[in-house]
T-cell receptor, first 110, second 116 residues
């Protein structure tokens, strides 16, 4: 699986959009980008995934660059409950396991 | 239940003891995964089941680690002769599809194992 690079931490003001970047420059054509988050002492929670088109659901939006070498997870109106570690994962279609990496610690501040 | 459950939530073992960690996946989910998460790190893959078949155990760190899913539902991760380096959170996840594709993995709350 392709590896990902994320900043170790980010701050965001409550009510503002949180934009979390992820680099995956070695991604292959059949690899999907997944985002999970982990709130303290809980298991990882699925957020969103995509292949090449931008995706949006009730939690977030995923913007994937045209060359697919990077992506951005957008939380449109961050709340204090969005404080968590966010993991960007690249997953090969025919492999089940996820490689999580170290993630980005998002601190949402009042 | 609505989600993946794990028991116990916390386990303290003396070095050398054997432990067994249980995972109850979402009902009907075909695939089941175990991950190990050390303090301050992301989860790391241990093993994967499709129904009762263990198709990938490449992440198990030693032969002291053993996992089973005999009836294709509940799974147990067993660690023999525990060592201090086994201290971690053990996460279980399940997904509805067999094989890969884009099926989502749903995680349980984890079992925090502390080896003294």
């Amino acid at each position: 699986d392709a590896k990902t690079t994320q900043p170790p931490s980010m701050d965001c003001a409550e009510g503002r959009a949180a934009n979390l970047p992820c680099n995956h420059s070695t991604i292959s054509g059949n690899e999907y980008v997944y985002w999970y988050r982990q709130i303290h002492s809980q298991g990882p929670q699925y957020i969103i995934h995509g292949l090449k088109n931008n995706e949006t659901n009730e939690m977030a939006s995923l913007i994937i660059t045209e060359d697919r070498k990077s992506s951005t997870l957008i939380l449109p109106h961050a709340t204090l409950r969005d404080t968590a570690v966010y993991y960007c994962i690249v997953r090969t279609y025919n492999f089940n396991k996820f490689y999580f990496g170290s993630g980005t610690k998002l601190n949402v501040k009042p | 239940g609505a989600g993946v459950s794990q028991s116990p939530r916390y386990k303290v073992a003396k070095r050398g003891q054997d432990v067994a960690l249980r995972c109850d996946p979402i009902s009907g989910h075909v695939s089941l995964f175990w991950y190990q998460q050390a303090l301050g790190q992301g989860p790391e893959f241990l093993t994967y089941f499709q129904n009762e078949a263990q198709l990938d155990k490449s992440g198990l760190p030693s032969d002291r680690f053993f996992a089973e899913r005999p009836e294709g539902s509940v799974s147990t991760l067993k660690i023999q002769r525990t060592q201090q380096e086994d201290s971690a959170v053990y996460l279980c996840a399940s997904s509805s599809l067999a094989g890969a594709g884009t099926d989502t993995q749903y995680f349980g709350p984890g079992t925090r194992l502390t080896v003294l």
